[in-house]
């Protein structure tokens, strides 16, 4: 399986490759909204997970989805975050998240997850 995450914080990027490893999975990392914009095409991934908060960036990863679905991304993206108050899910719906986990996320939720798009 092809996966893409988006996330700036190193040890969550490093559970993910863990993750990733156990399956034999391709992932392909991206710490800044910019440069996921960029990089990721259509057809080149299976799954992407998406964290919403990419520090003090310009594009929040809300922002990314949005433009990620404008692009002709139809892959499933997992919003991964660790805000999950009433409104929160309508505002990931909206913004083009297939679904949403909160952090911090277990190994075997993580599995899961990931085996619920193989």
């Known amino acids: 399986m092809r996966i893409v995450y988006v996330e700036d914080n190193l040890a969550n990027v490093a559970l ?26 259509p057809g080149e ?14 594009m929040d990863g809300l922002q990314l989805t949005r433009l990620l679905r404008q692009k002709g ?7 991964i975050t660790a ?3 009433m ?3 309508d505002q990931y719906a ?7 986990v909160r952090k911090p996320v277990s190994i075997r ?10």
């Open 109 to 118: 939720s993580m599995l899961n997850l990931i085996n619920q798009y193989r």
């Open 16 to 41: 993910i490759e863990r993750i990733c490893q156990m399956n034999d999975d391709q992932l392909a990392t991206y710490n800044d909204a910019e440069t996921a914009l960029a990089g990721i095409h």
């Open 83 to 85: 805000y999950d108050t």
């Open 45 to 58: 991934s299976d799954l992407i997970l998406m964290d919403l908060h990419l520090g003090n960036r310009s």
């Open 73 to 79: 991304i139809g892959e499933p993206i997992v919003a």
């Open 94 to 100: 909206a913004a083009g998240c297939d679904v949403y």
């Open 87 to 89: 409104g929160f899910g």
